[in-house]
Nanobody, 120 residues
Framework: VQLVESGGGSVQAGGSLRLSCAAS????????MGWFRQALGEEREGVAA???????TYADSVKGRFTISRDNAKTTLYLQMNSLKPEDTAMYYC???????????????WGQGTQVTVSS
């Protein structure tokens, strides 16, 4: 399984970015996918997830500003981030459900991350 993120960068507060995660070696359309982030010195936290039926969940801190979506034909996951804030600055990671684990969104595969920096 390979997950490759792209789309990170530096923006000013209030700006937008769109992250992408290309998946390969994986039955992409069958399983839950998600985005996590980790700021410097902080623990990794879940940002958003999307199940194979399209059901989405978001962290309270990003609700109304971020949108997760998936294109099963392109085996690509997206995260549209609007109204960015300095506190959104972090390394963002794509994650995929591990079929060997219980549950529907038990993430066991991770990308290498893409950096998002938001300046005030």
């Amino acid at each position: 399984v390979q997950l490759v993120e792209s789309g990170g960068g530096s923006v000013q507060a209030g700006g937008s970015l769109r992250l992408s995660c290309a998946a390969s070696g994986y039955t992409y359309s069958t399983y839950c996918m998600g985005w996590f982030r980790q700021a410097l010195g902080e623990e990794r936290e879940g940002v958003a997830a999307i199940d194979n039926d399209g059901t989405t969940t978001y962290a309270d801190s990003v609700k109304g500003r971020f949108t997760i979506s998936r294109d099963n034909a392109k085996t690509t996951l997206y995260l549209q981030m609007n109204s960015l804030k300095p506190e959104d600055t972090a390394m963002y990671y794509c994650a995929a459900h591990d079929p060997k684990r219980r549950g529907s969104c038990s993430f066991g595969y991770w990308g290498q991350g893409t950096q998002v920096t938001v300046s005030s």
